[in-house]
Antibody
Framework: EVQLAESGGGLVQPGGSLRLSCVASGLTVSSNYMTWVRQAPGKGLEWVSVLHSSGTTYYADSVKGRFTISRDNFMNTLYLQMNSLTVEDTAVYYC???????????WGQGSLVTVSS | DIQMTQSPSSPSASVGDSVTITCRASQRISSSLNWYRQRPGKAPQLLIYSASTLQSGVPSRFSGSGSETDFTLTISSLQPEDFATYYCQQTYNIPYTFGQGTKLKI
């Protein structure tokens, strides 16, 4: 059974940094396209970033230059380093796996990031 | 970026009804369209990928159709767990954008 477990969310001040972790079981992070999707409170879904098995990364314009997606193959863990956070980054962040046609078939439970002074 | 527009925004229906949700892309995206259901407080669940392929384990009352710019998700014989929010997503070009969501109400 595939499980994705996010951690690292919390309250941070504007301009601060936070690193989200996503520990995977039942799948190998380095062999898959792993992605982060976020959802602001009461709002819709927003694609944030993807890390391909090749190591290639892509980002939404809204986070480019501030967020970095990475992985630890030994720990089978996906990360999202978030810097220069703004109130607009407040959201539940989901770790997920892209599969056929880049559709997301496995999702974590989500980690809430709140950016507030 | 490709814009995805869903309609209607918040339809009402009853258990046993059928409902159709529409998703329109701002440019042609072939069949690179996925549908998700999100129940309150839960992560989204993949229903349909590549416009019309039913994800494994998803009930056959869900079906998808369309290509290029116009797509539909049809749910027949609505069940209580189907009263949720539905999102379309294009995976033709990065960034992979979602529609704004359709909240299906009783």
């Amino acid at each position: 059974e595939v499980q994705l477990a996010e951690s690292g969310g919390g309250l941070v001040q504007p301009g601060g940094s936070l690193r989200l972790s996503c520990v995977a079981s039942g799948l190998t992070v380095s062999s898959n396209y792993m992605t982060w999707v976020r959802q602001a409170p009461g709002k819709g879904l927003e694609w944030v970033s993807v890390l391909h098995s090749s190591g290639t990364t892509y980002y939404a314009d809204s986070v480019k230059g501030r967020f970095t997606i990475s992985r630890d193959n030994f720990m089978n863990t996906l990360y999202l380093q978030m810097n220069s956070l703004t109130v607009e980054d407040t959201a539940v962040y989901y770790c997920a796996r892209e599969w056929v046609a880049a559709a997301i078939d496995y999702w974590g439970q989500g980690s809430l990031v709140t950016v507030s002074s | 970026d490709i814009q995805m527009t869903q309609s209607p925004s918040s339809p009402s229906a009853s258990v046993g009804d059928s409902v159709t949700i529409t998703c329109r892309a701002s440019q042609r995206i072939s069949s690179s369209l996925n549908w998700y259901r999100q129940r309150p407080g839960k992560a989204p669940q993949l229903l349909i990928y590549s416009a019309s392929t039913l994800q494994s384990g998803v009930p056959s009352r869900f079906s998808g159709s369309g290509s290029e710019t116009d797509f539909t998700l049809t749910i027949s014989s609505l069940q209580p767990e189907d009263f949720a929010t539905y999102y379309c997503q294009q995976t033709y070009n990065i960034p992979y954008t979602f529609g704004q969501g359709t909240k299906l109400k009783i």
